[in-house]
């Protein structure tokens, strides 16, 4: 798990040297043979290449160790000194490999990350294979440093390696990545006595040391040298300024220990157990229940509402907890509290012992609807003031209401990860899927509202997974529908048009099998675009033809007129000019009839359009006449342009330059510029 190894969010982060005289205490100190190790391995040849050869892939430095020993604060501090000394002007990029709950994070979300770090948006459904090579393709060329936390196997960190030599990767993981060459594992044990003691110093006073400091050297063996361990048995200390070091020596010598706990274990499970046993009964709950937090990342919010305290009650506790060395803070306004991965399974193991499964359920549906109500605060705040929106908002507490969308879209980008993992969760659950769809739904309008369904779109293609897999374990066929139709629009949208084929279909099964018209009609339609997208033009306008039926039999207009010009294209594109001039004519009737002109002026420019590849260029000359009219009635002035060259352009064919030079020069002063003109011109006579 990754580690908190000692860092409070205090000035502390690691223990090893003595601190210098009359200057404020260093961040980090401590492991400095093992900095030195790690600086040296930079430079020496891996163990797979010849001396002299420069390596054709990244270098991987691997820290290993077990949970609680320090090896994420050591990562830390190494790249702080490499960016500051070795000029990794592309990093550092960040990765953790594991999920709080102890689960290989899939590459296909690990690639992602970091892409959204260097600005690379990745296409919406992309694979773990196509990711990984879009971030090497990313990476090329670049001198970048890139931290990959508590990585499970080597088959995690290999698809992430850069195939530049000049980017580094710097791994931790709690035993060997066995399967990348080159690889020389900086292995971490406890910490030395002196250095342990000085932590302990640190964080409690010299004086209390002074005291008795043989009983200081063995209350950190008692820790076993771990820093996680003396950094939470020292905020135990800090809280009790009146209790002695023999105190919480002879407290941890007392405590029992787990039978399948190693040998290894046990020290930080004994420092976790006093520090929690010691807490009063309402905190312990709170801090058991943080197991629940989504991602390991909790907030007041996320608190209050897993305990069912108030806000300010919960943001005190969780405050404690960082002074404990239980929980770590970013230090913000709002700040947003990290569960140290070391703490995350001995949390979950105490909060199945001690709590009961149906409080632990109802805890964690009182999370994910306070989270579902954020999320509608969050997108109501962007709706005009006096809406309907706006008005249920004002009836929420204050608490969960947002200052402007300033805050509002600030808030969803800092919890964007816990938020997702919500989503997840809620859907691997099983058994709160109402819950499920509402927060999905939730999660969806707030991205789309705030980032705009284009940058959202990788986030969304995600959750509409997570809707379609509640509708098929329940069996909601409209769902199941609505969230085929989504995926495959995405697809669509990025290349992958047999994937949406397929979507497209079984959207289609759902929707006759929830006789729901609208998604039946709707999959219909874009079964047609897709067959147009491939080319199969045929099948393309037997779709088409299909959901125009369906349209035709319900009386909707707008359309009806729609699917009549998706025709017109379709059989123009095949080359069938009569059934494409038909079909344009029809929709320019309809929406005439609807008075959209705009729309008519369109279908009328497509009819001439065809009956000038028909080979009828008076027709065409006719007609484009009248599409002129009412574009020029609809205030469309690049219509209006567009036609008046292609009337131009069709002059000149018919032997009439003179007319020719009028209409070309009416587009250029339509346009104003030539250089747009021109791009107009191309775009008219394109087919």
Same mark, same amino acid.
């Given at each position: 798990?990754?580690? +908190?190894?000692?860092?409070?969010? @205090?000035?502390?982060?690691?223990?090893?040297?003595?601190?210098?005289?009359?200057?404020?205490?260093?961040?980090?100190?401590?492991?400095?043979?093992?900095?030195?190790?790690?600086?040296?391995?930079?430079?020496?040849?891996?163990?797979?290449?010849?001396?002299? &050869?420069?390596?054709?892939?990244?270098?991987?430095?691997?820290?290993?160790?077990?949970? @609680?020993?320090?090896?994420?604060?050591?990562?830390?501090?190494?790249?702080?000194?490499?960016?500051?000394?070795?000029?990794?002007?592309?990093?550092?990029?960040?990765?953790?490999? #594991?999920?709080?709950?102890?689960?290989?994070?899939?590459?296909?979300?690990?690639?992602?990350?970091?892409?959204?770090?260097?600005?690379?948006?990745?296409?919406?459904?992309?694979?773990?294979?196509?990711?990984?090579?879009?971030?090497?393709?990313?990476? *090329?060329?670049?001198?970048?440093?890139?931290?990959?936390?508590?990585?499970?196997?080597?088959?995690?960190?290999?698809?992430?390696?850069?195939?530049?030599?000049?980017?580094?990767?710097?791994?931790?993981?709690?035993?060997?990545?066995?399967?990348?060459?080159?690889?020389?594992?900086?292995?971490?044990?406890?910490?030395?006595?002196?250095?342990?003691?000085?932590?302990?110093?640190?964080?409690?006073? $010299?004086?209390?040391?002074?005291?008795?400091?043989?009983?200081?050297?063995?209350?950190?063996?008692?820790?076993?040298?771990?820093?996680?361990?003396?950094?939470?048995?020292?905020?135990? /200390?800090?809280?009790?300024?009146?209790?002695?070091?023999?105190?919480?020596?002879? $407290?941890?010598? =007392?405590?029992?220990?787990?039978?399948? +706990?190693?040998?290894?274990?046990?020290?930080?499970?004994?420092?976790?157990?006093?520090?929690?046993?010691?807490?009063?009964?309402?905190?312990? &709950?709170? /801090?058991?229940?943080?197991?629940?937090?989504?991602?390991?990342?909790?907030?007041?919010?996320?608190?209050?509402?897993?305990?069912?305290?108030?806000?300010?009650?919960?943001?005190?506790?969780?405050?404690?907890?960082?002074?404990?060395?239980?929980?770590?803070?970013?230090?913000?306004?709002?700040?947003?509290?990290?569960?140290?991965?070391?703490?995350?399974?001995?949390?979950? !193991?105490? /909060?199945?012992?001690?709590?009961?499964?149906?409080?632990?359920?109802?805890?964690?549906?009182?999370?994910?609807?306070?989270?579902?109500?954020?999320?509608?605060?969050?997108?109501?705040? #962007?709706?005009?003031?006096?809406?309907?929106?706006?008005?249920?908002?004002?009836?929420?507490?204050?608490?969960?209401?947002?200052?402007?969308?300033?805050?509002?879209?600030?808030?969803?980008?800092?919890?964007?990860?816990?938020?997702?993992?919500?989503?997840?969760?809620?859907?691997?659950?099983?058994?709160?899927?109402?819950?499920?769809?509402?927060?999905?739904?939730?999660?969806?309008?707030?991205?789309?509202?705030?980032?705009?369904?284009?940058?959202? !779109?990788?986030?969304?293609?995600?959750?509409?997974?997570?809707?379609?897999?509640?509708?098929?374990?329940?069996?909601?066929?409209?769902?199941? !529908? *609505?969230?085929?139709?989504?995926?495959?629009?995405?697809?669509?949208?990025? @290349?992958? #048009?047999? =994937?949406?084929?397929?979507?497209?279909?079984?959207?289609?099964?759902?929707?006759?099998?929830?006789?729901?018209?609208?998604?039946?009609?709707?999959?219909?339609?874009?079964?047609?675009?897709?067959?147009?997208? %491939?080319?199969?033009? $045929?099948?393309?306008?037997?779709?088409?033809?299909?959901?125009?039926?369906?349209?035709?039999?319900?009386?909707?207009?707008?359309?009806?007129?729609?699917?009549?010009?998706?025709?017109?294209?379709?059989?123009?594109?095949?080359?069938?000019?009569?059934?494409?001039?038909?079909?344009?004519?029809? !929709?320019?009737?309809?929406?005439?009839?609807?008075?959209?002109?705009?729309?008519?002026?369109?279908? %009328?420019?497509?009819?001439?359009?065809?009956?000038?590849?028909?080979?009828?260029?008076?027709?065409?000359?006719?007609?484009?006449?009248?599409?002129? +009219?009412?574009?020029?009635?609809?205030?469309?002035?690049?219509? +209006?342009?567009?036609?008046?060259?292609?009337?131009?352009?069709?002059?000149?064919?018919?032997?009439?330059? *003179?007319?020719?030079?009028?209409?070309?020069? /009416?587009?250029?002063?339509?346009?104003?510029?030539?250089?747009?003109?021109?791009?107009?011109?191309?775009?008219?006579?394109?087919?």
């Amino acid at each position: 798990m990754t580690d +908190q190894a000692v860092d409070t969010s @205090g000035p502390v982060e690691a223990a090893g040297t003595e601190e210098p005289s009359g200057a404020a205490p260093p961040r980090f100190f401590g492991r400095e043979r093992e900095l030195k190790a790690l600086r040296a391995d930079i430079e020496r040849a891996g163990l797979d290449t010849l001396a002299g &050869r420069k390596a054709a892939r990244a270098r991987v430095l691997l820290i290993a160790g077990r949970p @609680g020993s320090g090896r994420t604060a050591l990562a830390d501090e190494l790249t702080r000194r490499l960016l500051s000394t070795d000029g990794y002007a592309d990093g550092p990029l960040r990765a953790r490999l #594991t999920d709080p709950g102890g689960a290989p994070v899939p590459t296909e979300r690990t690639a992602r990350e970091l892409l959204d770090q260097l600005g690379v948006t990745g296409p919406p459904g992309a694979d773990g294979d196509e990711l990984s090579e879009l971030l090497r393709e990313a990476l *090329a060329g670049r001198r970048t440093l890139l931290l990959l936390d508590d990585a499970v196997d080597a088959e995690q960190v290999d698809p992430l390696l850069p195939d530049d030599p000049d980017c580094l990767v710097v791994a931790t993981s709690e035993g060997p990545l066995t399967g990348i060459p080159g690889v020389r594992p900086c292995t971490l044990g406890g910490l030395d006595a002196g250095s342990a003691v000085r932590l302990l110093a640190r964080l409690i006073g $010299q004086v209390r040391i002074t005291v008795d400091p043989r009983t200081a050297e063995t209350l950190a063996e008692e820790c076993g040298g771990l820093p996680a361990a003396l950094v939470m048995v020292g905020g135990w /200390l800090a809280a009790r300024p009146m209790a002695s070091v023999a105190d919480v020596t002879k $407290q941890l010598r =007392e405590l029992p220990d787990e039978p399948e +706990q190693s040998n290894g274990a046990r020290p930080l499970a004994r420092a976790f157990r006093l520090v929690h046993d010691s807490l009063p009964a309402t905190a312990a &709950r709170i /801090l058991r229940l943080l197991a629940l937090a989504p991602a390991g990342l909790a907030d007041a919010h996320t608190a209050s509402a897993l305990a069912g305290c108030s806000v300010s009650a919960a943001r005190s506790t969780l405050d404690d907890f960082v002074a404990l060395g239980l929980l770590r803070t970013d230090g913000a306004d709002e700040p947003q509290y990290e569960v140290p991965g070391c703490l995350a399974p001995l949390l979950g !193991a105490l /909060l199945g012992a001690r709590d009961r499964p149906t409080e632990i359920q109802l805890a964690r549906a009182r999370m994910l609807e306070r989270t579902v109500r954020l999320l509608q605060s969050c997108r109501a705040v #962007t709706d005009p003031e006096g809406s309907p929106a706006r008005r249920k908002l004002a009836g929420l507490p204050r608490s969960l209401r947002f200052s402007g969308p300033d805050a509002a879209a600030a808030w969803l980008r800092m919890r964007r990860p816990a938020l997702l993992a919500s989503a997840r969760i809620a859907v691997e659950d099983g058994e709160l899927d109402t819950l499920a769809r509402r927060l999905v739904a939730a999660l969806v309008r707030a991205l789309a509202v705030h980032q705009g369904t284009e940058a959202a !779109a990788p986030d969304l293609y995600g959750l509409h997974g997570l809707v379609l897999a509640v509708a098929e374990r329940r069996d909601l066929p409209r769902e199941r !529908a *609505a969230a085929l139709l989504n995926l495959a629009d995405l697809d669509a949208r990025t @290349g992958r #048009t047999r =994937e949406a084929l397929a979507r497209y279909r079984a959207a289609l099964d759902a929707g006759r099998a929830a006789k729901d018209p609208y998604a039946t009609g709707r999959a219909m339609e874009s079964v047609g675009g897709a067959y147009a997208e %491939l080319g199969d033009f $045929q099948r393309a306008s037997d779709w088409y033809g299909r959901a125009l039926a369906q349209r035709l039999t319900q009386g909707e207009r707008a359309d009806e007129a729609r699917l009549y010009g998706r025709l017109g294209a379709v059989h123009t594109y095949a080359g069938r000019y009569g059934e494409a001039l038909r079909n344009w004519r029809a !929709a320019a009737a309809g929406y005439r009839r609807l008075g959209d002109v705009p729309a008519q002026a369109r279908a %009328l420019s497509e009819a001439a359009r065809v009956q000038e590849y028909a080979g009828r260029p008076r027709e065409s000359l006719h007609t484009c006449q009248e599409a002129v +009219q009412w574009a020029r009635r609809a205030g469309d002035v690049r219509l +209006q342009a567009a036609l008046e060259l292609r009337l131009a352009d069709t002059l000149e064919r018919l032997g009439d330059p *003179a007319a020719a030079r009028l209409h070309r020069g /009416l587009a250029d002063r339509l346009l104003g510029e030539k250089g747009a003109t021109c791009e107009i011109r191309s775009a008219v006579t394109e087919k």
